[in-house]
């Protein structure tokens, strides 16, 4: 039988003795017991104009007292149950390109995470527009991206910090289905499905997936958004499915979903024609 994954969080200090040499591009990295939230203590960092400290960083922690997911929302950890973390970079985009960073985080995530399982597992894993990670279409990951002009004024005019945080279910899947009323799944039930992730090291999970996005956020600077509606394609989980798109509660938009645009947008086939979507959650209708 597998040993619990909690078990296997190392300790902050053999944590970041492990990520160093497996991310010698980043020039900070950092791993805390605890913290507020590891997206904000970013934020704060970026926006701190008397700090001139080389980009990209990485930060994480065990526990974060007021973490956040998307819209807002509190995420929900407990030590020991959740991987997460956040890391800073520098992204010379125009601002119409902005919202493609969080379906861009997405993708890269998913494919990073199917590269530790073995080939006929990965299809199991897939991205939910915007951002969401889903085994065997419950949630085992979510993903919050933010940016912030920090003190770029005297830079180029498309020069932003995009920080990007993930947190990722390892092995409460069952108690958050439970509280949540809807369907979540953990590392754990991937690891029990798959022997390459069972015996994989977490914090291989997280250098893949901080690199993943490191090079993505380089392709997109020097070669534009052109490449990755059809990466988005090879991860879709929505592909071809009626959805309802929520705000607040209320159905502002439906159709079948068909990938996304050259802007990261959900493109929707309707009977009035294809349309996109730019914000909003994702329900898929039975």
């Known amino acids: 039988m597998l040993e619990p ?13 492990q990520l160093q040499p497996a991310l010698p591009q980043f020039k900070q990295i950092e791993w805390f017991e605890r913290t507020a939230s590891t997206n904000a203590d970013l934020l704060g ?21 007021e973490g956040r997911g998307r819209a807002g929302r509190t995420w929900q950890n407990r030590a020991g149950a959740n991987l997460m973390f956040s890391c800073a970079f520098d992204a010379f985009v125009p601002l119409q390109l902005l919202p493609s960073l969080s379906p861009i985080a997405g993708i890269a995530a998913c494919e990073a995470l199917r590269g530790l399982l073995e080939p ?18 419950a949630k085992l990951a979510g993903i919050l991206v933010e940016t912030t002009r920090a003190g ?81 394609a090879a991860v879709d989980a929505l ?22 645009n050259k802007l990261g947008q959900l493109l929707l086939r309707t009977p009035d024609g294809e349309t996109s979507v730019t914000v909003g959650d994702v329900s898929v209708r039975p």
């Open 152 to 232: 770029t004024s005297r830079l180029s005019a498309d020069h932003y910090v995009a920080i990007m945080g993930i947190g990722i279910n390892l092995n409460d899947a069952r108690a958050l289905s439970q509280s949540l009323n809807r369907q979540v799944a953990d590392w754990a039930e991937v690891a029990a499905c798959d022997a390459l992730a069972a015996a994989t090291p977490l914090h291989k999970l997280v250098s893949a997936i901080a690199q993943a996005w490191y090079e993505a956020l380089n392709a997109l600077i020097s070669e534009g958004f052109h490449a990755f509606p059809v990466r988005h």
């Open 5 to 17: 994954i909690a078990t296997a969080l190392p300790d902050p200090p053999l944590l970041i003795q």
């Open 45 to 65: 960092k970026a926006r701190n104009n008397e700090l001139q400290l080389a980009r990209p960083w990485l930060l994480g922690a065990h526990l974060q007292d």
């Open 239 to 260: 592909a071809g499915q009626h959805v309802n798109i929520l705000d607040e509660g209320r159905i502002i938009n439906a159709g079948i979903a068909c990938g996304i």
């Open 120 to 137: 006929d597992q990965r299809r199991h894993l897939a991205m939910k527009w915007p951002n969401d990670l889903q085994w065997k279409g």
